[in-house]
């Protein structure tokens, strides 16, 4: 974690700070966004500018169009992602997983647990910040709609100290009709990655009677992410998302955060009008002339000259207001910037360690056994028993017969013509009733006859191997036993 920098005094907050008056010097005993009795302090942060929100921006509009189109994609006719608790059914990148792809669904879980540890020890927030559904949402489209409707953080912050009128009413009430209006879509598109598009088709297009089920989660979600970019906002970082509780467990001096460099910074103080660099120097004055324009854009409120804190979500937007102040007073840009505690204290650069090499290792190894599992699973999942209660039964033509019940999953989304054929020993077996056509992602149970030689029997049980086929091509191979009398009773 970067330390704080050692100050004079704490500074004032100017009146046009985001947050109401808070004394920075224990800004670690209390949030930025709750005054000391804990009551919620509205954060009105000012519109970023610069080449890092440029940057953001652009990603965004891609990640909001893949997060949208997603549902629509369609790998091998599978969804490209699909999270169906309800029926236990997983896809990811078009390959399905079933509750019975339990090492699979493990190792995937694994996958995405250690490539967390990897991306945070190495990069710190850079999900947070850049790539969050919580953050693309909140502050590339919600806020910017308020910025639209309401106007910059000080036209907020004005708009909400007046007294009601037709004008104000009319903005707050389009703002949220257009919140509530995108929170439908969000909450549509979660439903849609959940249950698939097919099924939020039906629950659109039927009777509402029908799937009173599905229609009360849509108006749940709606209502949810309504509260979450309405009011909550900065909170569902703060206080709920898990990943920015057990960051600060991965960081080291060697991630990359965004960071304040207080070695260059302090001591900090205002500029005056007539002072050179020179003269500022030689005054003891660092280059962060205190003007709190990095605390204003801040969406979490924080002063990132604090050093490293929970609240952050390394948005950059600090970067971008810090650097066009640098422009302004022809210093260089990078007073806040992306760096390592290396970095910053002793000039060190972005290296490797022991510790990231160990979880890259076994990132590697796991997305391997990952392959491996997929590329060697079978598209069917099969058991073949004897029936129960069923025992041998001698044929007039002298064969012993045995009853199974075979039980065949597929797992594929497409319907399977199977065939079983008896692979050892040489004998006969016969599917009982239709030919099996297991449909897409169902279960079929049909009952099978195998017929034996007594000269291939062993005495007592015989070993039996049925091969599944589709197709042609064979799919599973089954092992169990043929009951026959014992050799006493030949
Ligand atoms: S924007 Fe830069 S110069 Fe201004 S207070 Fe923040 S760190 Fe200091
Ligand atoms: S401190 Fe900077 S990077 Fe962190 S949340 Fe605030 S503006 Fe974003």
Redesign the pocket.
Known sequence: MLAPPEKETAAPTPPESPVKSVDWSDFREHLATADKEGHRLWIYPRKPRGRFTSARTWLSWFLLAVMFVGPFIRINGNPLLLLNIVERKFVILGQIFWPQDMILSAVTLLIFFTGIIVFTAAFGRLWCGWTCPQTVLMEMVFRKIEYFIEGDAHEQRSLAKAPWTMGKAAKKFSKHAIFLGLSFIVGNTLLAYIIGTEQLYTIVTDPPAKHLTGLTFMILFTLLFYGIFARFREQACTFICPYGRFMSTLLDENTIVVA?DHQR?EK?GTLRRTQTAEQRKSAGRG?????????SVCPTGIDI?NGTQMECVHCTA?ID??DS??EKIRRPRG??RYASLNGFERGERLRVTARLVGYLVLLLALIGLWLFLVFTRSDVQATFLRAQGALFQQMPDGHFSNLYTVKIMNKTSRDMPIELRLESPSGSLQVMGQAIVVPKEKLAENSVLIELDRKVMKSGSTPVVVGVYSNGRRIETLKTGFIGPRDDTK
């Open positions: 304040y910074g900090r280059d962060c002339i205190d003007c709190h324009q990095c605390v000259r600090c207001a810090c102040v640098m007073l806040i």
